[in-house]
Nanobody, 115 residues
Framework: QVQLGESGGGLVQPGGSLRLSCAAS????????MGWYRQAPGKQREFVAI???????NYADSVKGRFTISRDNAKNMVYLQMNSLNPEDTAVYYC?????????WGQGTQVTVSS
């Protein structure tokens, strides 16, 4: 069983930046893909970014060029650097990892972009 702890969310002005962090702990045998999803008020949860063990990344079209996902395998952590934020990025952001062929989700961290 794996637990995920997220941090870094908050209130930021349009055009600003935030860096989200997610740390995996618990009974970790191995971690495969690590990624981020988000859910805006009244919307379905959507894919944001993912990174593989080898460092390959994929992004949603809406965040390409603005967000960067990275990971630190030694620390069992994944990050999401978010730049040029706009109000449409306002959502609860969830960390997701796969370990032992099973998915694990974080509790979510609120990101609010508003002037």
């Amino acid at each position: 069983q794996v637990q995920l702890g997220e941090s870094g969310g908050g209130l930021v002005q349009p055009g600003g930046s935030l860096r989200l962090s997610c740390a995996a702990s618990g009974n970790i045998v191995s971690i495969n893909n690590m990624g981020w999803y988000r859910q805006a008020p009244g919307k379905q949860r959507e894919f944001v970014a993912i990174i593989s063990n080898g460092g390959s990344t994929n992004y949603a079209d809406s965040v390409k060029g603005r967000f960067t996902i990275s990971r630190d395998n030694a620390k069992n952590m994944v990050y999401l650097q978010m730049n040029s934020l706009n109000p449409e990025d306002t959502a609860v952001y969830y960390c997701k990892v796969t370990s032992g062929w099973r998915p694990y989700w974080g509790q979510g961290t609120q990101v609010t972009v508003s002037s």
